[in-house]
């Protein structure tokens, strides 16, 4: 079946602009997060949605960052003002739900580069 | 607070080699489950292993072998007769309990790259 889909594959943008990067779970999956992955920080965690519940943006390092998701399914994260720091590859990973934890399916990323 | 430590960053060896890459964690959860993510050149993370806090039997899946020790809070990962396309970057994560609300959010350590030399 599909995988965990992401776009854009690269965006590169400027410094104070606003970007939009989407991920596409799979399907069925009720557990979506978004993690950053950058050379200074490692792999971070940044926020988790699970069905109809509050997120929890507790790995957002700015307010700079939001994400949302609708209708359960795909999500956006949105950076607004994007700083040089924001700088890395943005990593979108799904679970199903379930008795036990089942391991977190990722999708290619998106390399975002703030010029 | 969770922490994972790789304290391998790079190693090299040679096809064949057998190399096992170290992996210590902390957490104050009693119910937690620890992980292997493997990625590559083409930079997706691949789901190798998983393992919950009450099941310490090691296991061999292949080429791959695992070794989890809550004594010493460890999860050594072992890929015996390494082969060039083995060479990757390497990440241990640890989640906490899966039960009830919890979130099974990932903290990952700092990855160890792997290069297998033909």
């Known amino acids: 079946g599909a995988g965990v889909s992401q776009s854009p594959s690269n965006k590169v943008t400027e410094k104070g602009k606003d970007v939009e990067l989407r991920c596409d779970p799979i399907?069925?999956?009720?557990?979506l997060y978004w993690y950053r992955q950058s050379l200074g920080q490692g792999l971070e965690f940044l926020i988790y949605?699970?069905?109809?519940?509050?997120?929890?943006k507790s790995g957002l390092p700015s307010d700079r960052f939001s994400a949302e998701r609708t209708g359960g399914s795909v999500s956006t994260l949105t950076i607004q003002r994007t700083q040089q720091e924001d700088s890395a590859v943005y990593l979108c990973?799904?679970?199903?739900?379930?008795?036990?934890?089942?391991?977190?399916?990722f999708g290619p990323g998106t390399r975002l580069t703030v010029t | 607070a969770q922490k994972v430590t790789q304290a391998q960053t790079e190693i090299s060896v040679v096809e064949k080699e057998d190399v096992t890459l170290d992996c210590v964690y902390e957490t104050r959860d009693t119910t937690y489950y620890l992980f292997w993510y493997k990625q590559p050149p083409s930079g997706e993370l691949v789901f190798l292993i998983r393992?919950?806090?009450?099941?310490?039997q090691n296991e061999i899946s292949g080429r791959y072998s695992w070794n989890f020790q809550k004594s010493t809070s460890s999860f050594n990962f072992t890929i015996t007769a390494s082969q060039v396309v083995d060479s990757a970057v390497y990440f241990c994560a640890l989640s906490d309990n899966a039960g009830g609300t919890s979130y099974g959010k990932l903290t990952f350590g700092q990855g160890t790259i792997l290069t297998v030399h033909p």
């Open positions: 393992r919950n806090s009450f099941d310490e």
């Open positions: 399907s069925g999956h009720t557990a």
């Open positions: 990973a799904s679970r199903q739900q379930g008795v036990g934890l089942g391991e977190q399916y």
């Open positions: 949605f699970q069905g109809n519940s509050a997120p929890d």
